[in-house]
């Protein structure tokens, strides 16, 4: 996980001795981390630094969900609608892959049709070399 309890309690403002829900806020730190995920279309693993950290915007973005669904933990809420804030929405807008694309394999499509255009490439410098070749020996067979 990206996220630790003691970040997700000082987010929230929940006293460190307290316990009780604990448990329950890993879980909705789980639940953050997959909609994230999702929103962006893009593996978080991806996106990690050398010290296996995700940005910290996403990371901002998944405290704000857990506060978002500590606070509203039922689907209806007889008071008032809330959205999710949108400072979650500019956030995730920040990483999302808007081409739908696994940036892996667009990486790996953008090496290989490197790797034919060089191979393109040399393939007609050989071409061309055997072309002035046959050129050279037929113009002195024709001396």
């Not at 448990?23 to 981390?33: F, I, K, N, P, R």
């Not at 693993?45 to 500590?70: C, R, S, W």
């Not at 007609?124 to 050279?136: A, R």
């Amino acid at each position: 996980m990206y996220i630790q309890l003691y970040q997700v309690k000082k987010h929230l403002n929940i006293n460190e001795d307290f316990g009780d829900d604990d448990e329950y806020l890993m879980q909705l730190v789980q639940v953050a981390e997959k909609v994230v995920e999702k929103n962006i279309d893009i593996k978080l693993e991806k996106l990690e630094d050398e010290d296996g950290n995700i940005p910290i915007p996403l990371t901002q973005a998944m405290l704000l969900l857990v506060g978002n669904f500590y606070a509203n933990r039922e689907s209806v809420a007889f008071a008032s609608t809330n959205n999710v804030p949108y400072s979650y929405q500019y956030l995730i807008d920040l990483y999302r892959n808007y081409r739908g694309e696994d940036l892996k394999k667009k990486a790996c499509l953008e090496w290989h049709l490197k790797e034919n255009k060089k191979k393109k490439e040399n393939e007609d410098e050989e071409s061309g070399t055997i072309n002035e070749t046959n050129q050279d020996t037929s113009t002195s067979d024709g001396n």
